[in-house]
């Protein structure tokens, strides 16, 4: 088969989606052999539970280009990015999971007692950051996964739901990817990786032009 045209790397859903898990000394997340975060690695991580059907949506653009131009050319000779605005957006399902919801709403606090959960918010002006996880079957090779892994990220959509008889509930989810400072640059905010049987790594290609 020609490689250019491998049906078996078009990617497909579902993905599931984690918060809290621990990035280790390689940058990435411990996993478990069924896709998840292995548990004695990731003590604190949350499964977000279920989204819509519209699933979920990454983006890495650049806010916009700086170019430096002469006069004696019809364009420019030096282009140099701004900055990237980058989001993960999906729309959340389980609204009853208060500690979730609690968690992915800046300044919003959960407490529980005997009988009853809450959640509070209100005057609290601290940002919550979290790490996030997306992961999605391979495609082209079973038992293996494919992850996008933010390092730092907090969910500027906020809290904001409608109830009503004809629909369930839902909140919309945008995690927006700040550089997490204690990794290089151009490897700060964000990763994607898979597993693949050993020795069936792809080799790597080069087509760009300076």
């Known amino acids: 088969m020609n490689p250019a045209f ?13 918060a809290g898990v621990t990035v280790d000394v390689n940058g990435r997340v411990t996993m478990d052999t ?11 991580a949350v499964g977000l539970g279920l989204f819509t059907t ?16 002469a006069d004696e050319l019809a364009s420019p000779y030096r282009r140099i990015a ?10 959340l399902l389980q609204l009853e999971n208060l500690p979730v919801i609690a968690a992915l709403t800046p300044g919003a606090v959960y407490e529980s007692s005997s009988g009853l959960e809450e959640i509070s918010s209100g005057g609290a002006l601290t940002v919550s950051h979290h790490t996030v996880l997306l992961v999605w079957p391979s495609s082209e090779h079973p038992n293996h996964y494919v992850h996008l892994l933010l390092y730092r990220a907090f969910n500027s959509a906020g809290l904001e ?9 839902k ?13 290089p640059d151009g490897k700060n905010v964000w ?16 087509f760009q032009i300076t």
């Open 6 to 18: 491998d049906v078996s790397k078009i990617t497909k859903g579902p993905a599931k989606a984690f």
């Open 34 to 44: 069924d896709g998840t975060p292995l548990a004695s690695a990731n003590p604190n």
């Open 54 to 69: 519209d699933g979920k949506a990454f983006s890495d653009k650049p806010k916009g280009f700086t170019d430096s131009e």
């Open 82 to 91: 701004q900055g990237s605005n980058i989001t993960l957006k999906g729309t």
């Open 161 to 169: 739901f409608t109830i009503k008889r004809t629909e369930d509930a």
């Open 171 to 183: 909140m919309p989810v945008e995690w927006t990817g700040e550089p997490d400072t204690s990794r």
């Open 191 to 206: 990763k994607l990786w898979r597993t693949v049987p050993a020795g069936q790594e792809s080799p790597a290609v080069n």
